[in-house]
């Protein structure tokens, strides 16, 4: 299994709504990521989760609550959000270090109204 | 710190045409060297690679080799479809991620 699965793939959420974005991964790789893209700008770096811990938090505001239960599952629990948070997030697995890079999920993409 | 600087775009080609988009890197440690491309609405996908000085990547008719004396990673193609219009990102290996270039977009007219 080569993929890295995103769900949902599209989701709108009311600003206080609490929601869950999912990534799985069966590529045995041991770091997980969670990335922020706006339209015409790079992934912005969220969260890096490296052998089930957190190893990197990009000073992300506390609405965004990331959570990894095991090497294969990585979530993002979302909460009070605004709507510049509407956005493109995007999962991604590799190994440790990412010498052969990242496998990137299709992204899920978050409309807050 | 590490960091990608590609050159700006949009880069618009005709059908056929022969491409190239810029990529420098900063030359700290011995980094692993990407090309991702990202269609509309779509998550990046790995174009190439290479791991170290002189390697060739290649994929789909792209290619990109890793110069060290130049600190590039440019890539080309000779004869770009309508299907290669994406966006094209450069991208590093630091210690624990990757750093990535703000991307390229190419469109190809028919």
């Known amino acids: 299994d080569t993929e890295v699965t995103q769900t949902p793939k599209h989701l709108v959420m009311g600003m206080t709504n609490k929601k869950s974005l999912k990534c799985e991964q069966h590529?045995?790789?041991?770091?997980m990521y969670w990335y922020k893209q706006k339209a015409k700008k790079p992934p912005e770096l969220m969260f890096v989760?490296?052998?089930?811990?957190?190893?990197i938090n990009e000073s992300v505001p506390s609405r965004f609550s990331p959570e990894c239960p095991n090497s294969s599952l990585l979530n993002l629990h979302l909460h009070a959000l605004q709507p510049e948070d509407s956005a493109l997030y995007l999962c991604a697995s590799s190994q440790v270090p990412p010498t052969d890079g990242y496998t990137f999920g299709s992204g899920t993409r978050l409309t807050v109204v | 710190g590490d960091s990608v600087t590609q050159m700006e775009g949009p880069v618009t080609l005709s059908e056929e045409a022969c491409l190239t988009i810029n990529c420098t890197y900063t030359a700290t440690g011995y980094p692993s060297l990407f090309w991702y491309v990202q269609y509309p609405g779509e998550g990046l996908q790995l174009l190439l690679k290479a791991t170290k000085a002189d390697d060739k990547g290649s994929n789909k008719g792209f290619e990109a080799t890793y110069r060290k004396e130049t600190t590039s990673f440019h890539l080309e193609k000779g004869s770009v479809q309508v299907s290669d219009s994406a966006v094209y990102f450069c991208a590093r290996s630091g210690y624990s991620t990757l750093t990535f270039g703000k991307g390229t977009m190419l469109l190809v007219s028919p």
């Open positions: 989760y490296s052998y089930e811990k957190l190893s």
């Open positions: 590529m045995g790789h041991r770091a």
